[in-house]
């Protein structure tokens, strides 16, 4: 005689939670798993990095976009933004050249690295807020919707 319990998909079928609610009560649930959680910055980000974090997550959660599943683009974009300032100030303090000596005593000016370092820290910040959909341009996109223009096959 053999023993150990139910054979797996046996029995009844699991009834989903959401059939015993009332409409008011499913309006409740939240739509996507992810939403209900607060979205919190991860604990490797700086002081300015995790107010930078909070900052970007206030505005996605004005537009009703802030999902759990963003923290870690959240979060690198939060750290690009503080690197953009850090470089500024380093800038703005140096300059965006250096002298350079060489054996024979000609002077040469060359870009410091903190300006490539800049460069790619807001092509990368720009790259991102697009895909977050924080530029201008998604914002009109989100708020127009997709309209397609009337063409032949309409009628179909």
């Not at 380093?90 to 050249?97: A, I, K, P, Q, Y």
């Not at 870009?111 to 807001?122: G, I, N, Q, T, Y």
Request: aromatic letters at 4%; glycine letters at 8%; one cysteine or more.
């Amino acid at each position: 005689m053999g023993s150990g319990g139910a054979r797996p998909g046996t029995g009844p079928k699991r009834r989903s939670p959401l059939l015993g609610l009332t409409a008011a009560e499913r309006t409740q649930v939240p739509a996507t798993p992810g939403a209900a959680i607060k979205m919190l910055p991860p604990i490797h980000l700086s002081d300015l990095a995790q107010l930078l974090f909070n900052q970007i997550v206030d505005q996605l959660e004005i537009e009703g976009r802030a999902d759990a599943r963003y923290v870690q683009q959240v979060a690198l974009l939060a750290i690009r933004l503080e690197q953009i300032q850090r470089w500024q100030a380093v800038l703005e303090t140096c300059g965006d050249t250096y002298e350079q000596i060489s054996a024979t005593g000609s002077v040469t000016y060359r870009p410091r690295p903190e300006v490539r370092m800049l460069s790619d820290a807001m092509r990368q910040s720009q790259s991102l807020l697009g895909e977050l959909m924080l530029n201008p341009v998604a914002a009109l996109r989100i708020a127009a919707g997709k309209n397609d223009a009337p063409g032949d096959w309409d009628d179909f």
